[in-house]
């Protein structure tokens, strides 16, 4: 069965890939951090080689770390440096406009749900920082929408895992396919919501200096 060929792998390194997927994630780095939970929670609750506590806990420091990279380095560096050399992270000017309008419409609301947002997800740190948000008003924000993100979507993938633990053979295989192929999907169902998303702040943003112009 598959899982047999990656427990070793993910029993030995799991958390820590976890950690440092996530932690780079959210410092501004566009590597699959909510895919990494996911996989590492379903893979704790079909094996019980890995603790979903410990699973939920390293994503949650991970997010809270990496987010306060981010805040960091944009609060130092500002958005020169984003500008600069945001493409080679995948963040244009479009994506920098659109997160500029979100953050200034929702502030405290970005930083705390922006960590359920895949492109807010990245970034939102970063903006805080750029933004000049308030350091004390970030950690809150920040570690209690890190919190409940690991929370929400670690059990959701235990739970699952446990339901591919009691299936075996063909049927546990096909399962585990579905579970790729349903992360797949949502990646690309999310993107296209984001991309409309973008567009209507963007039209909405471009109107509103038109009128003030």
């Known amino acids: ?11 030995q390194y799991g958390l820590y890939a976890v950690f440092l997927i996530v932690m780079l994630e959210s410092a501004g780095v566009p590597l699959p951090g909510e895919t990494a ?14 603790h979903i506590a410990q699973v939920i806990a390293v994503a949650a420091a ?7 990279i981010g805040f960091w380095v944009g609060r130092h560096f500002g958005m020169p440096l984003l500008k600069r050399y945001g493409r080679l992270i995948h963040i244009d000017e479009k994506r920098l406009a659109f997160g500029e309008a979100m953050f200034r419409r929702h502030g405290a609301k970005i930083v705390f749900f922006g960590r359920f947002i895949a492109i807010l997800r990245i970034f939102a740190a970063l903006l805080a920082g750029v933004n000049r948000f308030g350091w004390g008003q970030f950690l809150f924000y920040n570690a209690a929408g890190g919190i409940v993100w690991a929370t929400v979507f670690g059990l959701g993938g235990y739970f699952f ?8 053979g063909p049927i546990g295989l096909i399962a585990i396919a579905a579970v790729i192929l349903g992360i797949g999907i949502s990646w690309w169902l999310v993107r296209r919501q ?9 039209a909405q943003e471009a109107e509103k200096q038109s009128w003030e112009d």
Do not use: C, W
Request: net charge negative; glycine share 10%; no cysteine.
């Open 1 to 11: 069965m598959f899982l047999a060929y990656v427990q070793p792998l993910v029993a």
């Open 37 to 50: 939970l996911v996989l590492a929670s379903i893979y704790a609750g079909a094996t019980g080689d890995l």
């Open 62 to 68: 991970g997010a809270i770390i990496g987010d306060n």
């Open 161 to 168: 895992g446990e339901a591919i633990h009691r299936l075996t």
């Open 194 to 202: 984001e991309q409309r998303m973008e567009e209507k702040v963007l």
